[in-house]
């Protein structure tokens, strides 16, 4: 069985104990619960049955992976929360330098494509050409990149403000930039050993 991760706060600089609840218990916490119903009905589905048009089967492992990336997009954005926003530092801002020129190029890039996307913006590394880059996802299941690692995740659907503030998106982001735990983030780039090796050859 899934568990849902708890948060380490209620409220946040800008967002209300109301807008976290509604978000975190009950919408996140509704994929978590999908996710274990999906897979218990893949136990019994009927594999014979399978083809690309219409089947049991087929449906299932759809709504599986929006189910599952619900969780994991989920989790990752309000991990990232929680702490003081400033600017990243340390390891993870010499890759961002190296790969958008600077940090207010790659900021500026972020919160963009927080107005055009419909669903997510997700700062991920690329394993293949061992560089950062954001990309805009409109729903769970579409957008993500095979090969990458995710490093910062951004919520723009309207469910993640809408009660604190309506249709003001530019603002939210702007609240959700200077609630970020950057030593959490920076958490996620200790692994990239390869990483710090092109990064030690380029400095």
């Known amino acids: 069985m899934t568990e849902a991760k708890p948060l380490t706060y209620k409220s946040l600089q800008g967002l209300s104990e ?53 969780v994991r997009l989920h989790e990752g954005y309000f991990a990232a929360m929680g702490g003081q926003g400033g600017k990243a530092s340390g390891n993870l801002l010499k890759m961002i330098e190296a790969d958008f020129g600077s940090y207010e190029k790659w900021e500026a890039e972020f919160k963009a494509l927080g107005l055009c996307a419909r669903g997510w913006v997700v ?32 919520d723009v659907y309207e469910h993640a403000y809408f009660l604190d503030y309506g249709t003001k998106r530019k603002d939210y982001i702007e609240t959700f930039m200077k609630n970020l735990n950057w030593k959490f983030v920076e958490m996620k780039t200790e692994g990239i050993g390869a990483y710090n090796g092109r990064q030690a050859q380029k400095v």
């Open 18 to 70: 109301k807008q976290i609840a509604e978000h975190h218990d009950v919408l996140y916490v509704g994929y978590v619960k999908k996710t274990d119903e999906i897979r218990e009905k893949l136990k019994t589905v009927d594999l014979t049955k399978a083809n690309a048009t219409s089947s049991e089967l087929r449906a299932l492992k759809l709504e599986e992976g929006f189910a599952v990336n619900g």
């Open 123 to 154: 700062l991920a590394y690329d394993w293949e050409d061992m560089k950062l880059h954001n990309f805009l996802c409109d729903a769970h299941n579409q957008g993500g990149v095979w090969g990458c690692s995710t490093i910062l995740i951004l």
